[in-house]
């Protein structure tokens, strides 16, 4: 894709941003603000539209040094990835890059003309032109094609081509006074650390032209937006979706099985089940055709959640599902594909599908809901009058850094202090290395993601994941 490049270009810029920001890097003295102001030059036809804060000096900087101050042995993992940066791009941070980027980095994706692919184009407003130039030059030799830049406005502008450049410059209308960009911006937080736009129209447009995208799946999109905040206690991302689609949101709902879930638990997704079996594609294989089977037999409240146990934690599936039986099939017939789907694991380490093919499941049927389990001890301690997931320390502590409400569409919880030991230990005896290393990830308390429905035709989500 053309835009692979730049888009590349803009991440790896980011993530030596993160290693220069946290080792204490030349930084502006702007003190932060709100972002986008790029899209000030940006057409209003932009297709999608992301703003990066680069002010190493902004509050949300500050904020985000201070979260992972927290993670031992962080600076140096950050330096690796600074090194990697600078090893694979051929780049010195300190002499090519910082010089050459503003406050913020800001990219533009542009819809292609007469079906051609999208375009993007990077606006920044670095403090010396020149630098910009220089980088743009080495970038334009490491990749062995021609990136162009130019002057818009006061901003400067990379891209791959001088169309995209010439789409730019020539923008009567821009995105800034677009309605619908003002109302999706609207909504998220004025300082960020990045933010993200999309025209649902016509970013539905690009999905639809993919090879295999289900039709119809992205018409009733009008925008999506979403940003990323670094608090005190943790990163929060607020996303928001309009639908032009009337009654197509879930509706909020109190969860009940939180009093009935054992306390304790490593990861819990909670959710009401919902049936659109008229649009649903033909299954492309048979694990995706269980799926679907699975997905079709559920019945209202429903949650899926890992609880500790030996020699491999427990998952247990509660639903209150009309047919009983069916759900118990559909999930012998998941497992069964699965198995049969996995080439196993490396030499001496976890053979998936053997374990999967060894998984025997354990159901009973308790007051209204029906629980699955691969242990018949966590059924138990679901039937029991132990302490539940409502009286968890734990998950009070993460709702409450979340600001989770009673009400949801649905929610994510993830146990993170107790289950990344669980993780690392299985890994450790299967012979897989973790991305982590021996990094100490104590500091990551919880994740906890869920959506709070629709008001006015806006749907809205948010995930919060709690350092401390």
Not at 78 to 99: C, H, I, N
């Amino acid at each position: 894709m053309r835009i692979r490049i730049i888009l590349a270009a803009g991440i790896a810029t980011a993530v030596a941003l993160l290693g220069a920001g946290c080792g204490g890097g030349a930084s502006s003295a702007s003190g932060g603000g709100t972002l986008g102001a790029g899209a000030s030059v940006a057409p209003a036809s932009t297709v999608a539209f992301l703003a990066i804060d680069s002010d190493l000096g902004s509050s949300q900087w500050q904020a985000l040094n201070g979260l992972l101050a927290q993670i031992p042995q962080h600076d140096a993992l950050l330096a690796q990835l600074r090194q990697s940066f600078e090893r694979k791009t051929k780049l010195s941070w300190a002499g090519d890059v910082r010089p050459a980027l503003g406050p913020e980095l800001d990219v533009a994706v542009l819809a292609g003309e007469g079906g051609a692919k999208p375009q993007a184009v990077l606006l920044t407003q670095p403090p010396d032109r020149a630098k910009l130039d220089a980088l743009v030059r080495k970038l334009s030799a490491a990749s062995g094609r021609t990136l162009v830049t130019g002057q818009v406005a006061g901003w400067s502008a990379v891209a791959e081509s001088r169309p995209s450049l010439d789409a730019v410059a020539s923008a009567t209308r821009h995105l800034a006074d677009d309605t619908a960009y003002q109302e999706a911006i609207g909504k998220l937080a004025g300082d960020a650390l990045v933010y993200a736009y999309a025209n649902g129209a016509e970013a539905g447009k690009l999905v639809s032209a993919l090879p295999g995208a289900p039709a119809g799946r992205t018409r009733q999109v009008v925008w999506a937006a979403a940003d990323v905040v670094a608090k005190d206690r943790g990163l929060r991302v607020d996303g928001f979706v309009r639908s032009d689609a009337a009654g197509s949101a879930p509706e909020p709902y109190s969860s009940t099985l939180v009093r009935s879930i054992p306390a304790g638990a490593l990861l819990v997704l909670d959710f009401q089940a919902r049936h659109e079996t008229a649009s649903e594609p033909a299954p492309s294989s048979p694990l995706s055709g269980a799926l679907q089977r699975l997905g079709n037999a559920l019945g209202g409240e429903s949650a899926l959640y890992v609880s500790p146990g030996l020699p491999i934690p427990a998952v247990t599936l509660v639903t209150q599902a009309s047919d009983p039986q069916a759900v118990v099939d559909a999930l012998n017939a998941l497992v069964a594909a699965a198995a049969k789907g996995s080439s196993g694991g490396p030499a001496g380490g976890l053979d998936l599908g053997s374990l999967l093919g060894s998984i025997r499941l354990s159901h009973a049927v308790v007051g209204s809901n029906l629980v699955v389990s691969t242990s018949q001890q966590a059924i138990d301690a679901f039937k029991g009058a132990g302490q539940k997931l409502a009286d968890d320390g734990t998950f009070a502590e993460a709702r409450t850094a979340s600001g989770m409400p009673d009400r949801t569409t649905g929610f994510l919880y993830v146990n993170l202090k107790d289950a990344l030991p669980v993780v690392q230990g299985l890994a450790s005896l299967a012979g897989i290395t973790l991305p982590a290393g021996g990094l100490d990830l104590g500091a990551l308390r919880t994740l906890v993601a869920y959506g709070t429905g629709s008001t006015g035709g806006v749907s809205g989500f948010t995930a919060f994941l709690e350092v401390r």
